[in-house]
């Protein structure tokens, strides 16, 4: 079984460059400034593993981490 993968996106480094959203709109959503935050709980639906690691790969201000749980 594989492990279940969460993001999140840390308010504190997001610039808003929106890549995450961009590359992976059903993972992450802008606030009203731009700002990006994880969908919901963040947990990554089956079958979209791949973009949670390409939005991270993605962030210019690397404010993204996948969790493994």
Same mark, same amino acid.
């Given at each position: 079984?594989?492990?279940?993968?969460?993001?999140?996106?840390? =308010?504190? @480094? /997001?610039?808003?460059?929106?890549? /995450? @959203?961009?590359?992976? =709109?059903?993972?992450? !959503?802008? !606030?009203?400034?731009?700002?990006?935050?994880?969908?919901? !709980?963040?947990?990554?639906?089956?079958?979209?593993?791949? @973009?949670?690691?390409?939005? @991270?790969?993605? /962030? =210019?201000?690397?404010?993204?981490?996948?969790?493994?749980?």
């Amino acid at each position: 079984m594989s492990a279940k993968l969460k993001v999140h996106v840390d =308010p504190d @480094k /997001c610039q808003g460059h929106a890549r /995450c @959203k961009a590359l992976a =709109p059903e993972l992450f !959503d802008l !606030d009203e400034y731009g700002n990006a935050h994880e969908h919901g !709980d963040g947990v990554v639906p089956a079958g979209l593993e791949d @973009k949670a690691w390409l939005a @991270k790969a993605n /962030c =210019p201000e690397i404010a993204i981490d996948v969790i493994e749980e």
